[in-house]
């Protein structure tokens, strides 16, 4: 899976997990811009992007993520990581 | 409006269409729902109920959440159940789950969900938000973490058993406590086991080791509960799911959940059917195919001999194993019926002629085999048993028939079956259908009933005139209080019963236990016996004295003894039980519901005079004195117990 078809799936699932339709996510995206984004649909997040990619994030991610200056750049990069090792 | 019909198209597609084809369908599915509910949302929450299904993941589920339960729509209604989630783990995933579960199933729940690791404090603290909330149910979503004592490793036996106890009690007293305040029945999770451990296999041989420890811990606690308890096996739905999935620690770590997140969806679908089975809404009804349901190949094709069932090969032996199960079901008070496209001697050969098929026809409470389509055979049967569609089950190899079932009885429970009979089991008990929370003697000779109501219809078609037949029957009936004997089966009648139902009042466990004891209750219970067998306890009146009225609060009869002046028989007793009690009036309510227009006229014909009307609800009373007449029935009254 390259970048942008990485980028492109985790964009349906910010649309699937908030319901919002018209959600374009970017890099600098943090839980502040999107409305929803709270520690419940966060959750909800790592849970879909599992199933949604066949993949699993390591403990150390999900506390990572939950951590100030992480934004949807971080989580793309770390989506990446996964897929790759 | 044309789009909205291509919507409706899309929908119904997707519903009538087996998991295979759903899953590459559930996004169109989605899109569809969101463009219907543009214009109506109540017609999209309607249609997403029906697509909940266990089948679904975790994100899946969610998604389809928010047509089902829109977060702006005004809930909590007076008729919604009132369920508390109080979780060892966080629940904050489950309740969702759970909610949306009993949603598809129709069952409206207002949810108090205690904060993570908080239920000894809710339970015992006064004051505290569930005292407020006074629940109905309470979920104690615990797990194996929330064992206080655990033993160390050195212990030996007796120090194990004593700790065992000690963690037992306290249990109880928490249950004791639920009870205690607000009357509520308890669903109580029973502990998951971890395979493995320092020991390795010898922890089979040390009390002290964890597995042991939390085996005998679940089996006191089964022991040491009160009927008011009802058991959620988490054990065994961890094991189920599997091991690995199911103990996944990392969300466990960082968020605390009570299970690997693949294991959310099977877990809420599980507490839901237990819910369901509480208010008894269980399904009532397996509806059999036969060709390549029962047995492989077709009867009509192959003949009874030709057919592959039974020893010596894999094929035939998993038919053999389906029907052992479905068997089981029947025993156990599920009744079953055969609907199939055959001719009817044809059908009936293998089950007359072959000594191998375990499903024997008198396991088989309506036969219908012909040519018709399956959605009206399924509607004659639902007619001859007395029993509502939405009780059904219809379990059928062929997708073209599990559709047309699925589009014309929307209401009808329809499994997919994969193509491999192996896995038939599995593709029905995943449903959980037919959870039930109290076994009682009546569910172990229910389908028996149904036969011998089938020859007493036989016998009344001889008899010209009612009053003969019905003096023929020989009915005596037993009288008596809801006791500690028959207290389960009162519930069970007062929870499922919808059509001979004056007020559809609901009462738990719990509550039917508190009314027994109170000062200012009565309450009556009828069993009716006849020639041609027991028919069991077949009627509930729950009454209320207030000074000098004795206020009918609730009226319940089985449906299968309508027509037998059973309904005559009660009301005398009511005359009597108002006279013995000093009351000089009956009073009674008929409030309607869609299912008991049965009883619009109950009171009325047992010589009630009306006393208002408000609205659709009306009320109805009787002055007892000494002009009273017995009402005429062919009813003796069983003196050996009454």
Not at chain 2, 465 to 482: Q, W
Request: aromatic letters at 8%; charged letters at 25%.
């Amino acid at each position: 899976m390259d970048d942008v078809d990485v980028r492109k799936r985790l964009q349906k699932i910010f649309r699937d997990v908030f319901g919002d339709p018209t959600i374009e996510i970017r890099d600098d995206m943090t839980a502040k811009d999107i409305e929803g984004w709270d520690s419940l649909a966060h959750v909800d997040l790592i849970i879909a992007v599992e199933q949604k990619m066949k993949m699993k994030f390591a403990v150390a991610d999900i506390s990572l993520l939950k951590e100030p200056g992480q934004n949807v750049g971080s989580f793309l990069r770390l989506i990446q990581q996964r897929l790759g090792s | 409006m044309a789009e909205d019909q291509r919507a409706t198209d899309a929908i119904c597609a997707y519903l009538q269409a087996d998991v295979a084809a759903r899953a590459s369908g559930f996004d169109p599915f989605l899109d569809a729902l969101t463009s219907l509910a543009e214009d109506d949302e109540d017609e999209a929450r309607s249609w997403g109920r029906r697509a909940v299904s266990p089948l679904l993941d975790y994100s899946s589920l969610l998604e389809l959440r928010r047509f089902v339960l829109p977060a702006k729509a005004a809930r909590g209604s007076t008729k919604a159940l009132r369920l508390a989630i109080l979780g060892g783990p966080t629940t904050n995933q489950l309740r969702r789950l759970i909610e949306l579960f009993l949603a598809g199933e129709g069952i409206e729940v207002e949810i108090h969900e205690a904060d993570y690791g908080l239920f000894r404090q809710e339970i015992l603290t006064p004051g505290s938000g569930l005292d407020a909330f006074r629940p109905e149910i309470v979920f104690l979503a615990t797990s194996a973490r929330d064992v206080g004592r655990v033993p160390l490793i050195d212990m030996d036996e007796e120090a194990v058993c004593r700790m065992a106890a000690a963690e037992v009690a306290d249990w109880v007293r928490l249950w004791e406590t639920v009870h205690g305040k607000w009357n509520a029945a308890v669903l109580q999770n029973n502990f998951e086991i971890m395979p493995g451990g320092a020991l390795g296999h010898y922890a089979l041989r040390h009390a002290a080791a964890r597995q042991n420890y939390l085996e005998r811990l679940n089996r006191l606690l089964v022991q040491s509960a009160p009927s008011y308890v009802v058991f959620h096996d988490l054990r065994g739905l961890a094991a189920e799911a599997g091991a690995r999935a199911w103990f996944d620690p990392r969300f466990y770590l960082e968020f605390k959940m009570p299970c690997g997140s693949e294991c959310l969806a099977t877990y809420g679908h599980s507490v839901a059917c237990l819910v369901r089975a509480i208010v008894g809404r269980s399904k009532k009804v397996v509806v059999l195919d036969l060709d390549n349901t029962l047995w492989g190949g077709e009867v009509g094709d192959l003949g009874p001999g030709g057919i592959r069932l039974g020893q010596g090969s894999g094929e035939g032996e998993a038919f053999l194993d389906f029907q052992r199960y479905l068997k089981e079901l029947r025993d156990r008070g599920v009744l079953l019926a055969v609907c199939s496209k055959n001719d009817e001697d044809k059908a009936r050969e293998p089950f007359e002629q072959r000594a191998d098929m375990i499903l024997k026809l008198s396991d088989i409470s309506c036969f219908v085999a012909n040519w018709e389509n399956k959605a009206d055979n399924l509607r004659s049967i639902a007619r001859r048993l007395d029993l509502k569609l939405d009780s059904f089950v219809f379990v059928d190899d062929r997708p073209a028939e599990r559709a047309v079932v699925r589009r014309l009885l929307p209401e009808v429970a329809v499994p997919d079956l994969p193509a491999d009979p192996s896995g038939y089991i599995q593709a029905l008990a995943m449903h959980r259908y037919t959870e039930t929370v109290a076994f009682t003697r009546e569910d172990l000779s229910r389908a028996q009933y149904y036969a011998e109501n089938a020859r007493r219809e036989e016998l009344a078609s001889r008899f010209s005139d009612i009053r003969s037949f019905l003096a023929s029957l020989g009915m005596r009936m037993k009288v008596e209080p809801v006791n500690a004997l028959n207290i389960e089966r009162a519930t069970q009648l007062i929870n499922k019963s919808n059509q001979f139902n004056l007020t559809t009042r609901r009462y738990t466990l719990a509550q039917m236990h508190e009314m027994a004891a109170a000062g200012d209750w009565r309450t009556l219970t009828f069993s009716l016996r006849d020639n041609l067998g027991d028919n069991g306890l077949i009627g509930v009146v729950l009454l209320r004295k207030a000074e000098k009225s004795l206020i009918v609060d609730t009226w319940v009869m089985s449906c299968r003894v309508l027509q037998r002046g059973v309904e005559q028989f009660a009301r005398n007793e009511l005359v009597e039980l108002a006279r013995k009690e000093g009351c000089d009036r009956i009073v009674g309510t008929y409030i309607p519901t869609a299912k008991n227009a049965l009883v619009k006229d109950h009171f009325a014909s047992l010589g009630f005079e009306p006393l208002g009307a408000e609205g659709e609800q009306t009320s109805w009373s009787l002055s007892i004195h000494d002009l009273v007449e017995p009402l005429a029935h062919y009813i003796e009254r069983d003196a050996a117990h009454g």
